[in-house]
């Protein structure tokens, strides 16, 4: 029996829907719906999917179906 993951952030046990991946030499983020288990992808749920920033200096991407339009932005440092 498969467990769905569970979303990565300390104290939250609901189950992942989302992945974020990204990447340091574009200074990268992205925000991609659930799909193959990825080690390198951090699993998050809605909820913390939803409100997630990308750092100072960087840019967010927010490529699942139900992308809120918040992350598709650049931040400026």
Same mark, same amino acid.
């Given at each position: 029996?498969? %467990? ?6 300390? #104290?939250?046990?609901? @189950? *992942?829907?989302?992945? &974020? ?5 574009? %200074? ?6 659930? #799909?193959?288990?990825? @080690? *390198?992808?951090?699993? &998050?749920?809605?909820r913390h999917a939803d409100r ?26």
């Amino acid at each position: 029996m498969l %467990r769905s993951p569970l979303c990565a952030r300390p #104290g939250c046990g609901a @189950p *992942a829907t989302a992945v &974020l991946t990204f990447q340091y030499a574009t %200074r990268t983020v992205w925000l991609l719906d659930q #799909g193959e288990p990825d @080690p *390198a992808a951090i699993d &998050l749920c809605t909820r913390h999917a939803d409100r997630l920033s990308p750092p100072r200096g960087w840019t967010g991407h927010d490529r699942r179906a139900s992308a809120s339009p918040g992350m598709s932005t650049s931040v400026a440092s």
